[in-house]
């Protein structure tokens, strides 16, 4: 399945910083405090999402906001910009990855 394909970001620094655990296409997953919803993703997978239109791998842009590229949706259905939200303990995220 391409959701369990390797990490494109890996933590070298601020290993310290406490805990948050979230889920990432209904699989567990942990993100660290002041982590954006980007670096959340991306410590576990090799891209955020896919395009909608190319389908196409997607990792993020501008990573300020401006782009649109980083799109994701809670599994409730909210939209949101992974560059600029804030992971938040118990937040459920879906990238459409599970269905690749």
């Known amino acids: 399945m ?5 990490a ?5 620094a601020e290993t310290h910083r406490a805990p948050v655990p979230f889920t990432l296409d209904g699989e567990p997953a942990t993100a ?9 993703i991306l410590t576990h997978r090799a891209r955020l999402r ?8 997607r990792a993020g842009f501008c990573l300020m906001g401006a782009c649109q ?3 994701v949706q809670t599994a409730a259905g ?3 910009r992974a560059c600029s939200t804030f992971v938040v303990a118990g937040m459920a995220l879906t990238t459409g990855e599970d269905a690749a």
């Open 50 to 57: 896919r395009n909608e239109f190319s389908h196409e791998p």
């Open 2 to 6: 391409a959701a369990t394909s390797a």
């Open 32 to 40: 660290l405090q002041g982590d954006t919803v980007l670096t959340a």
């Open 8 to 12: 494109l970001m890996h933590r070298v």
């Open 78 to 80: 909210e939209r949101l």
């Open 69 to 71: 590229d980083c799109w």
